[in-house]
């Protein structure tokens, strides 16, 4: 895969308003996110060095529709919910988007077509990339963060090793540390 060039624009949070309008206006843009901005991610962040870059194209396809494509790639340390080190995770997504100024307007076309395959996003003048972007990377996360070869043997913590619900809850944060104490 081609690496995508990455030039100087800060995205910061909240968005200046004009910096939104100016990003729906251009077709392209593209940054870096610090990862240590993505707070909602850093619960399962081993820690928050490095960035997500990122690029939104920006279009309008038919009939005044406009379209969301965004790629994003970089690299996450994950923590390992087995033994609590770090875990290199390459990330990469690509996802297009129907942007819609309304709830109303993205209710409207959930109830025409539930399995749109479109998603609509309300992107009106509080539209956040950034927020968007944190939502991206945690929804497309494996639900079971572990090394492939960890440090702590399968059947050292085969009793900690319950599914994950549906939604991941926070780890307990010392779970771990309590079965290496176990293993010693
Ligand atoms: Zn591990």
Same mark, same amino acid.
């Given at each position: 895969?081609?690496? =995508? ?5 800060? =995205? ?6 004009? @910096? ?63 033994? !609590?080190?770090? =875990? ?42 950034? @927020? =968007? ?7 497309? !996360? ?37 079965? !290496?104490?176990?293993?010693?």
């Amino acid at each position: 895969m081609a690496v =995508l060039r990455v030039d100087s624009i800060a =995205l910061t949070r909240p968005l200046p308003e004009n @910096a939104t309008a100016r990003m729906r206006a251009e077709r392209n843009v593209q940054g870096a996110l610090p990862l240590s901005s993505l707070l909602r991610l850093h619960d399962v962040l081993a820690h928050d060095a490095g960035e997500m870059h990122w690029q939104a194209e920006f279009s309008c396809v038919a009939k005044g529709t406009r379209q969301l494509n965004l790629q994003l790639h970089g690299e996450l340390q994950l923590l390992c919910q087995r033994c !609590l080190g770090a =875990l290199a995770y390459p990330f990469g997504l690509a996802r297009t988007f129907q942007l819609v100024d309304t709830e109303a307007e993205a209710d409207r076309l959930f109830e025409v077509d539930p399995e749109v395959e479109i998603e609509p996003i309300v992107a009106g003048s509080k539209f956040d990339l950034a @927020a =968007l972007i944190e939502d991206e990377i945690i929804l497309a !996360l494996p639900a079971i963060r572990t090394h492939a070869q960890c440090a702590l043997r399968q059947e050292d913590v085969k009793d900690a090793a319950q599914p994950l619900p549906e939604h991941p809850k926070r780890p307990a944060p010392f779970a771990g540390l309590a079965v !290496l104490k176990k293993s010693k």
